[in-house]
């Protein structure tokens, strides 16, 4: 039996396709029981993250091991199979095992060095166990990735290559400013009580935000991270509001961080563009005459430069009691834009105080007009209109499939990090030299794996044989006391440990030699060998198999 591993991830596969393949807890469960139904399969674990999807299995025959796995990939991910195969990679025995381990070090991550996956892999594990998929081999597996992961993190400084994907985010939101002067003072939303939520909810106390507000689905869990957070020592407040809240709590907030287990959209674009439309003008009254005031200037009573149509829309629009184009947008739209024009100027929420109907229609037409400006700037990194600029509102979507409409990177205004931007972000990110100690620490580990597995599977031959040289020796002093009634206690034990020590010193060289031999590549012969030479029952050493496997098993316990 060899360990196979069949998946998809971000450096295989689009984020769309990543998005469209992401498992439910549902899905995950019978993904288990179907690979350890199908035939080539004896034991399994699935690693499902936001940017990886991935089957593990011991299998006893590669070419069909990789077919069913992949149809039962596509099967419960709702992709199709010629859809999906373009993008799957499959790694077989050694190389398997390199791989996982690479991926708990988080050489694999899109963020290298990130400590996170490890997590994710100790639950992979768990789940494992909950549903008696894993056994002896994907147990010693997933355990020794667990290991080799904090060995890589404790013996090198592969931190300092990377940061945890909250942290990532959150920098790339930031732009060129250090996270805690950007974050300093401002409130946050936090959607989601899982795990990631819980993770970006203590990083961003850790780095200075004033307020952090939670929601999630099932409010006990939105309250009880509140609590935690209040409790951190951080100095934050906290507290928890319900799902239904969230797009009046968008008006509010300077920071929306979301990683929920949703199928659809959290936050959709209209939702969004709602809470910075409306947030601009907060105290803005729909004027009761139809004849607008307008500062004197150009033609037509207007401000030089500025179009007498796009004012009539705005002033109709307030009219009619909607929203006037994003006026906030003059905040945050990139450098090009000239600010000179700006009646109200670009100052934030209280620059609006005060500011007389007037002003605020030439804002809302100086700020459509930059928004036009800054769609026709070229984007790179993150995905937004806001450049280097503070944005309004900074959205950092850590969900697979997306909890955050893609769309809103078009809304002036509003800065957007997803899981796609991230990626492109992190792959022009400098690797640190701790790197290649962490790829040293795997290649050790994989050979010192593999040969513990071979011998491990040669042990079960050896005791066996042990075992019967035990019998025969048993039965050749019983056969002596028959012949020889006379002897005594003392002459029966000299004679009986002496038949021991001969069979012990003839087997040790043989067993000892055979260990080393089957440890190595290509050593699995080695045991049908002792087999077949001495005759061994293969019942007994299955028995003895049995009873191994169930020892570790009890001996490893949870994942830890």
Request: charged share 20%.
């Amino acid at each position: 039996m060899s360990v196979l591993v069949v998946g998809l991830s971000h450096r295989s596969a689009p984020v769309s396709v990543l998005e469209r393949a992401s498992l439910s807890a549902d899905a995950k469960l019978k993904l288990l029981h179907d690979t350890l139904a199908a035939e080539p399969a004896a034991e399994a674990a699935v690693l499902a993250t936001c940017n990886r999807i991935e089957l593990y299995a011991d299998v006893d025959k590669f070419h069909a091991g990789v077919a069913e796995l992949s149809t039962l990939l596509a099967q419960h991910s709702g992709v199709a199979l010629e859809e999906l195969t373009p993008y799957l990679y499959v790694h077989y025995e050694d190389r398997a095992v390199h791989h996982l381990f690479s991926v708990a070090c988080g050489l694999d991550s899109m963020v290298v060095g990130e400590g996170q996956i490890l997590g994710q892999i100790k639950d992979a594990l768990a789940l494992g166990q909950e549903t008696h998929t894993a056994g002896r081999l994907i147990n010693d597996l997933f355990q020794q990735a667990l290991r080799v992961g904090k060995r890589a993190h404790s013996e090198t400084g592969i931190d300092r290559a990377g940061q945890s994907l909250v942290t990532f985010g959150l920098e790339q939101l930031a732009v060129h400013a250090p996270v805690a002067e950007w974050a300093a003072g401002k409130r946050a939303l936090v959607i989601g009580a899982g795990s990631m939520s819980s993770l970006a909810a203590a990083t961003l106390a850790r780095v200075g935000v004033a307020e952090i507000v939670v929601a999630n689905r099932t409010a006990e869990r939105a309250e009880r991270l509140a609590e935690i957070l209040v409790a951190s020592g951080t100095g934050v407040a906290a507290s928890a509001l319900p799902m239904g809240s969230v797009p009046d709590e968008l008006t509010r907030v300077d920071v929306v961080v979301s990683c929920t287990g949703a199928t659809g959209l959290v936050l959709t674009a209209d939702d969004v563009l709602a809470a910075v439309s409306w947030d601009a003008a907060p105290d803005l009254t729909p004027p009761s005459s139809p004849a607008p005031r307008v500062a004197p200037g150009g033609a037509d009573g207007l401000a030089a430069g500025v179009d007498p149509e796009v004012v009539a829309r705005l002033v109709a629009a307030a009219r009619d009691g909607g929203r006037l184009a994003d006026a906030g947008a003059a905040r945050t739209i990139a450098a090009g834009a000239e600010t000179d024009g700006c009646p109200v100027g670009p100052d934030g929420r209280s620059a609006l105080t005060g500011v007389d109907a007037n002003s605020l229609e030439l804002h809302g037409t100086w700020a459509d007009q930059g928004e036009a400006a800054a769609q026709r700037q070229p984007r790179r990194g993150t995905r937004t209109h806001t450049g280097g600029a503070t944005a309004r509102l900074a959205l950092l979507d850590l969900a697979m499939p997306r909890d955050i409409d893609a769309a809103v990177h078009r809304i002036p205004g509003v800065r957007l990090v997803d899981i796609e931007s991230l990626a492109e972000a992190s792959a022009d990110a400098p690797m640190a030299a701790d790197v290649d100690a962490v790829r040293a620490i795997v290649a050790g580990e994989v050979a010192a794996f593999g040969a513990a597995q071979r011998a491990a599977h040669i042990t079960p031959t050896v005791v066996a044989l042990r075992a019967m040289a035990a019998e025969v020796v048993a039965m050749e002093v019983a056969r002596l006391d028959g012949r020889v009634p006379d002897l005594d206690e003392r002459q029966r034990a000299e004679v009986t440990q002496t038949v021991r020590r001969v069979v012990d010193k003839l087997l040790h060289a043989p067993t000892v030699r055979v260990k080393q031999l089957a440890s190595e590549p290509g050593g699995a012969g080695y045991a049908e060998a002792l087999r077949e030479l001495f005759d061994l029952d293969p019942l007994t050493v299955a028995s003895v198999s049995r009873a191994d496997a169930a020892d570790k098993n009890d001996d490893s316990g949870r994942a830890s």
